[in-house]
């Protein structure tokens, strides 16, 4: 019902900024909220942000915290990650996730994921 499609990743330098888009072609209208969650190689999947709705909730994982802002606009079926001051290690796979339940860091709460977005920051 829902597919997702990231766009914007790319290959930045330590300190540069990113905007990361997150398309939402959906058939039938529900509440969803959404997420960010990243992957490195190697490395688990880990919660990067998330957004209510209405998008008056807003979740950040402690590491991109002041520095990454997630927002959404509904009449366009978008949700957009700003990275700014970007780090090495904020290196990784973004996807994004919706789900019919309240914003949540837990991966298993969200029903619908991206492919991914490879974001690159060099040193």
């Known amino acids: 019902q829902v597919q997702l499609v990231e766009s914007g990743g790319g290959l930045v330098q330590a300190g540069g900024s990113l905007r990361l888009s997150c398309a939402a072609s959906?058939?039938?209208?529900?509440?969803?909220?959404m997420g960010w969650f990243r992957q490195a190689p190697g490395k688990e999947r880990e919660f990067v942000a998330a957004?209510?709705?209405?998008?008056?909730?807003?979740y950040y994982a402690n590491s991109v915290k002041g520095r990454f802002t997630i927002s959404r606009d509904n009449a366009k079926n978008t949700v957009y990650l700003q990275m700014n001051s970007l780090k090495p290690e904020d290196t990784g796979v973004y996807s994004c996730?919706?789900?019919?339940?309240?914003?949540?860091?837990?991966?298993?709460?969200?029903?619908?994921w991206g492919q991914g977005t490879q974001v690159t920051v060099s040193s």
């Open positions: 959906i058939r039938t209208f529900r509440p969803y909220a």
């Open positions: 957004i209510s709705w209405s998008g008056g909730g807003t």
């Open positions: 996730a919706a789900g019919e339940r309240d914003p949540s860091a837990v991966s298993g709460r969200y029903d619908y």
